[in-house]
Every structure is written in C-alpha cells, then in structure tokens.
C-alpha cells in the first residue's frame, strides 16, 4: 500500500482550499492539495464571474431599453444569444485561466489530482488507491447544486449553474425553480436578456432575504418583469420537446418551457467523504459541529473551511476561513481563535439587494424609501427600501438589509460601520455628498437617532438639498 506522509493534507482546491494550503505551507507545514479536478474554482468557472458577466450583458441590453425615459429613442434592443454567452465565456474562461495559473505556481510535489475520502481520522484514501497520512486535515470542498427528486427523467432541460455558461445561446425560455440569491440573480439576468422567464419558489417568501418589508418591496420589483410565483408546488413532465410544469398552491397553472434553471440551493459536498470514519458529531445536516472562531470540528485535527460548512456561502468568507483552516491545522494542536468580521451579502439583481450584520426586530429600526431619492429620480432608478436595525438604548448599529441603487456599494459603509461600532448619529455626522445615492441612508439614521433620542446631530443647515 502506497503512503503519502505530510503536515497538513487539504481536500478541495477551491477558493478555501487554495487559502488553506498557502496559509499551512507559509507556517512551515508540509502540505497535499487534493482535488479530483483541479478545473478552476467555483467562483471563476461556474459561480461568481460568469454569472456577472451575464448580469452585465442584460445590464446593457436593459440600459438600451430604458433610454427611451431620458428623450432617448433607442427601440428594444437585438439580442445575439451566441454573442452573449460567447463574450460570457472568453472572459470567464480569462478568469479560469488565472487560477490555474495560480494554481501551477504551488511547488511540485503538493497537487493531487484524485478524489478523497477519509478512512479514519488521520488518514484519507485516494480513488488510485493511495493512502494520504497527515497529521491535520482541511475539508474545502464546496458546496453542489441540489436538484430535487421531482425533477428525475427530466435531465435533458434541467440546467443548474453548473452547465449554464456552456450553452451556446439563450434558451427561449425558463423556468427558474427557487427565489434565492442565485436564482433571482439569473432570472432577471435571463429576462432582460428577452428569455421568457418565470421563477418558481416553494416558499412564501423569498429565502434569504430577512425583512418582511424589504422582501415585499423586491417581489413587487422583480415580479413587475417577470412572474415570479411564491408558495407554489411544482409538477414538472416532459411534452414533446419542451418541459411542461404545473404549479399549485398561492397560485396555480401550467406552461411550457425549453429549460428548467434549477437553483433550488447549494448543499455542502460532504458526501462522498466517508466522515462517519472520522468519529466527528455531526449537526441535523450532516455538517461536522466545529467552531467558527478556529475552523476547528470539536477537538479533533479535522478543520473546514468555504460551503462546505455550511455557514456563510460567499467568496470573501471562503478565503478567510481557509487562511484561519490552513494556519490551524499548521499549529494543531495550538490552535488560535480569530475574530470573524461582520456577515455580508450581496445579491446582484436590479436594484442591488445587501444584507449585513443582524437584522432583527429586537432593537429599533429607521427606514427609507428611495422612490423620491434624488439621485435616483436623475438616474431614473427611483425604486427601493432600506431598513436600518440598531441598538435601543446606544443607537449602534447593528445591522441594514438594503434594496436600491447603489446598494452593492453602500453595503461596505454599513459594513464598516458596524465594525467600528458606531452609532447612527456618528455616521450621519460624517459628509455626504450631494447629489449621491448616499444620501438616502440619511432619513434611515435619522429615524433610529429620533427613536434613541440621540443628541442633536445636525452640524449643518437643517434643510437638505433638494432631492435628497
Ligand atoms: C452562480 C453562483 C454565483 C455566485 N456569486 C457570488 C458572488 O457574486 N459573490 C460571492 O461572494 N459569492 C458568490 N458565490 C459563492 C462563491 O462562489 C462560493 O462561496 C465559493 O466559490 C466557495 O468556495 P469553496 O472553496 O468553498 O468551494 P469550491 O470553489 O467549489 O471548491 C471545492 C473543490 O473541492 C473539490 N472536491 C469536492 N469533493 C472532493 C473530494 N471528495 N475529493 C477531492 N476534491 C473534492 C471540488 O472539485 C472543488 O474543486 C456564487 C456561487 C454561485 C454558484
């Protein structure tokens, strides 16, 4: 039996994965990168990038059609589906190329090009039938689409983002099974790219999106553009050469459609790893209980780092905690507690949807409509809600779930703030420029400093400019 001996072994070579075994490596640790791909991440090849780049060829056909609300007759756009998704796929494949790149740069002798599964704590068995012994383990291995049982037979139309970017054109139409981040993201992206589409959702409210409020204000938004059907049961069956789904429940019907767009959530990938082996406790999910301060699963030399965990499925969050894995797992058993930074998310649809810190009805709570926002108006994308959550008695805030323009940005200055602990009468004393979507966070804070009773916090005149 063939052994390979090292320090730290990491099983994924995705963004977490890649993070942890530079972080070991750069503690002095002898490390394996195992990976039974080795194709690029998630994030460049089937996730982050490409699905932007679409979301930017339907920002630009959009940008067409709207002009018209500026004197600007342009008529509605001709949309080459080939040129699209070509484009699409020659930046995606640049964006490839320079992880591989990365990834080629990794000393001799540490990538293994094989699938992994544990045999017992401190051991893992290759699928060519080699033994990997290390004295720590990462677990970076993402996370994978989940296409429910409803959907078997009907292979030939359901696409997840796993196979999206390969079409070659656009489908004439979709239906978009689930109302999360992903799948709104790429209906609107679908539907202003002249695909009809229609997003399908089982629950009655949209997954992911933490106000009531806010929810409301993005359903009335999107389903403006396309159907967009909550609290529905679908029954999905094969008609000729199309994919017939009848829906129940809210609402009820049935149509037609050339492909099904199933973004029905990304559960963790443990499954092919044998972790019964390792004697970890695992959660009602099937996730190894570990902390999220050391990446550490209880006591043992088993760290997890990116989707796998289950936590917080985003980019920046995946490359922090594979560097806290990588580190660790270089150390263990000194393992060392980090602080991890307040809980951001974007969803990229039109207007920008954010959700940062803690959004709950506990403390107090400012919002602001930006139907009247001034930049908005001169920009023509008057439309959106803020809800700002604070702290009762001190005012600090804690959290913001954010839907408008400018919203992917604004995102960070919340963020930030947070980090900082500060108050919403500190953050209305900073500048604001006018005219700038920015500016409408300000009735918000100003709400929350009424609710505290903050002290004064106008420096300047009490009138705002116009359109504020
Ligand atoms: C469509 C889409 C859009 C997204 N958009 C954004 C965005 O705009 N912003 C953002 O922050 N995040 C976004 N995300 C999320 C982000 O892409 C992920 O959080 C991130 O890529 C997770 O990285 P990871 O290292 O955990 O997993 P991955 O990059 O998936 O890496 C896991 C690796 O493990 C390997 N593997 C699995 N099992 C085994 C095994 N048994 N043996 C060996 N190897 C194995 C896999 O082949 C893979 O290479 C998006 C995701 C998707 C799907």
Not at 221 to 232: K, T
Not at 249 to 267: N, T
């Amino acid at each position: 039996m063939s052994v390979l001996e090292c320090d730290v072994a990491v099983i994924g070579a995705g963004t977490a994965g890649l993070a942890a075994e530079r972080a070991a490596r750069k503690a002095g640790a002898k490390t394996l990168l195992i990976d039974d791909r080795f194709a690029g991440t998630t994030c460049a090849a089937v996730g982050c990038m490409p699905s932007k780049l679409l979301i930017a060829a339907a920002k630009a056909a959009h940008n067409v059609r709207r002009a018209s609300a500026f004197g600007i007759a342009a008529g509605e756009p001709v949309i080459d589906g080939h040129a699209v998704m070509g484009r699409l796929r020659k930046e995606r494949d640049a964006f490839v190329s320079a992880t591989l790149k990365t990834i080629s740069e990794i000393p001799p002798g540490i990538c293994i090009r094989q699938r992994a599964r544990f045999t017992d704590d401190g051991t893992l068995w290759l699928a060519d039938g080699r033994h990997v012994s290390a004295k720590a383990f990462v677990v970076a291995t993402g996370s994978r689409p989940s296409v429910p049982k409803v959907f078997d037979g009907l292979e030939r139309y359901v696409i997840t983002n796993e196979n999206l970017f390969e079409m070659h054109t656009l489908p004439r139409s979709v239906a978009v099974v689930g109302a999360g981040p992903l799948g709104l993201e790429l209906a609107q992206a679908l539907a202003r790219l002249g695909v009809e589409t229609e997003v399908f959702e089982e629950k009655e409210r949209l997954p992911g999106v933490p106000d009531a409020e806010v929810s409301k204000a993005v359903v009335s938004q999107l389903g403006a553009e396309f159907p967009l059907h909550l609290g529905v049961e679908l029954k999905p069956q094969r008609v000729g050469h199309l994919a017939r789904i009848s829906w129940s429940g809210s609402s009820s019907g049935v149509k037609d459609f050339e492909r099904i767009l199933v973004a029905a959530g990304r559960p963790p990938e443990l499954s092919d790893l044998n972790l019964g082996a390792t004697g970890l406790a695992t959660d009602q999910r099937g996730i190894p209980k570990f902390d999220s301060s050391t990446m550490q699963c209880s006591e043992s030399a088993i760290f997890l780092a990116g989707d796998v965990d289950g936590q917080r499925p985003v980019l920046h969050e995946a490359t922090l905690e594979g560097a806290i894995a990588g580190k660790n797992a270089a150390a263990f058993p000194n393992v060392q507690k980090h602080r991890r930074s307040v809980p951001m998310s974007i969803v990229f649809i039109d207007p920008p949807l954010a959700t940062i810190g803690e959004p709950t009805a506990e403390g107090v709570i400012g919002a602001a409509s930006y139907a009247e926002q001034g930049r908005a108006k001169v920009e023509a994308c008057n439309t959106g809600l803020i809800r700002v959550f604070a702290d009762r008695s001190s005012g600090a805030v804690r959290g913001a779930v954010l839907f408008g323009p400018g919203m992917d940005h604004i995102a960070h200055l919340f963020a930030w703030a947070i980090e900082r602990g500060e108050t919403a009468a500190h953050m209305l004393r900073l500048p604001f420029y006018h005219p700038t979507f920015e500016e409408g966070l300000k009735p918000a804070l100003r709400e929350i400093c009424e609710r505290v009773k903050a002290p004064e916090v106008r420096d300047s005149d009490d009138v705002d400019p116009p359109g504020t």
